[in-house]
């Protein structure tokens, strides 16, 4: 029997040689902004994203960026190439922001019978989802089935975390449910909200009016833990305070990997310029 064959989203967190060695499926988001639209590739970055978000606006079009997932023609394609009777993992970005999910498991269902397909909602983003994937993709190397494959990923879902800090509140009354009148008066403060994932929502917690605070509180987020496997941090104009932030962590926990990674625009569209943030892993046990 074929090995599981492991499918994902351009929003995961992958070195490209990960993606080559598992033959990892990666299907692209599509950001429509304004009336135009743009795949979620390597050539497509959130400093791009937002230069085309600025350009609408300047005539006259003030709806944000919205993140689209390819139609169900294209995941059964996708699903077809593998032939008849394959198995199959897909593990997407979260639910709540992203409609992969949604879309993979309308074809999914629409296979059923045919192949074996299980569709899991990550309800992380970036380097959470990246790892789910490459542990998915490890465990179908080595001959796990399909299953077994899902409850790995399941697993380990629970122990990924995400806090992070942006200053484009506007962005947040549509992805974390802020009130314009918040958003109004915090910009005007030049407040900096806290973000946490609680099953793949993105919520506000506590605010904060400097950069050094940010760096702080990222820093006492992450120490809690009792143990951090491996984490990831990315930001937007804030790359002196993640500097801050990893050297801090560093000395904290010496022998943590600690990742520099990119700010997907499919994640960007939904927390606005200015971020920082750290995904946290903290293993199983």
């Not at 033959?23 to 979620?40: D, L, M, Q, W, Y």
């Not at 008849?84 to 074809?107: D, F, N, Y």
């Not at 399941?154 to 992805?175: D, K, M, V």
């Not at 937007?236 to 943590?256: C, F, N, V, W």
Request: charged share 20%; hydrophobic share 40%.
């Amino acid at each position: 029997m074929s090995k599981v064959r492991i499918v994902t989203d351009s929003n995961a967190y992958l070195p490209a040689d990960v993606v080559e060695k598992y033959a990892i499926t990666v299907v692209p988001h599509r950001i429509k902004i304004g009336g135009s639209f743009f795949e979620e590739d390597a050539d497509f970055s959130a400093e791009e994203l937002f230069e085309k978000v600025h350009e609408v606006q300047r005539m006259g079009v003030s709806k944000l960026p919205e993140v689209q997932a390819p139609n169900v023609n294209a995941f059964l394609d996708i699903f077809h190439a593998g032939g008849e009777g394959e198995q199959i993992v897909c593990i997407h970005m979260s639910r709540e922001l992203s409609p992969m999910w949604a879309t993979a498991r309308k074809a999914a269902e629409m296979l059923r019978g045919r192949f074996t397909i299980r569709v899991i909602d990550s309800q992380s983003v970036s380097f959470g989802l990246g790892l789910l994937v490459q542990q998915a993709a490890e465990a179908a190397e080595a001959g796990a089935s399909v299953n077994d494959v899902a409850r790995i990923v399941n697993g380990a879902i629970p122990h990924l975390y995400f806090a992070g800090f942006s200053e484009s509140l506007h962005y947040l009354e549509r992805s974390a449910s802020l009130s314009a009148s918040q958003s109004l008066l915090g910009t005007m403060l030049g407040i900096k909200a806290m973000l946490m994932m609680e099953d793949g929502r993105l919520m506000t917690q506590e605010k904060v009016q400097t950069r050094d605070e940010v760096v702080e509180k990222l820093a006492e987020f992450v120490t809690e833990f009792a143990s951090v496997q491996e984490m990831g941090v990315f930001e937007h104009s804030y790359d002196s305070q993640r500097a801050d932030l990893i050297g801090r962590l560093r000395e904290t926990l010496p022998k943590t990997p600690i990742h520099k990674i990119t700010y997907p625009p499919s994640l960007a569209t939904y927390l606005g310029p200015n971020v920082v943030g750290v995904l946290v892993y903290e293993g199983t046990y």
